[in-house]
Nanobody
Framework: QVQLVESGGGLVQAGGSLRLSCAAS????????MAWFRQAPGKEREFVAT????????SDADPVKGRFTISRDNAKNMVYLQMNSLKPEDTAVYYC????????????????WGQGTQVTVSS
């Protein structure tokens, strides 16, 4: 069965960096678009970044542009989110998601989800 397992979350001071990882299994990984979403308490799940199956196309949300970078290693079935210059408003549970073929910024279009990893940024 499909499994997505996130890691790398934690507590960091504002201005610091974290690298999230997501290990995927049970998928034909090079055929799936991967994405990161986040959800803060009391808020809806929001798009953070997405990358195509081959890794040549990616996009990210305006609040994280220039600070976060999504990447993937298809040889290892891994996707990453490098987060720099973190802000308190980046505090959320971060989720890895997968869908076959095309990218999307809409959570309901993703069939597979990880359990999430908490990121807390202190001021």
């Amino acid at each position: 069965q499909v499994q997505l397992v996130e890691s790398g979350g934690g507590l960091v001071q504002a201005g610091g960096s974290l690298r999230l990882s997501c290990a995927a299994s049970g998928l034909t990984f090079s055929n799936v678009a991967m994405a990161w979403f986040r959800q803060a308490p009391g808020k809806e799940r929001e798009f953070v970044a997405t990358i195509s199956g081959g890794g040549r196309s990616s996009s990210d949300a305006d609040p994280v542009k220039g600070r976060f970078t999504i990447s993937r290693d298809n040889a290892k079935n891994m996707v990453y989110l490098q987060m720099n210059s973190l802000k308190p408003e980046d505090t959320a549970v971060y989720y890895c998601a997968a869908r076959y073929w095309s990218q999307s910024t809409t959570p309901r279009e993703y069939a597979y989800w990880g359990q999430g990893t908490q990121v807390t940024v202190s001021s």
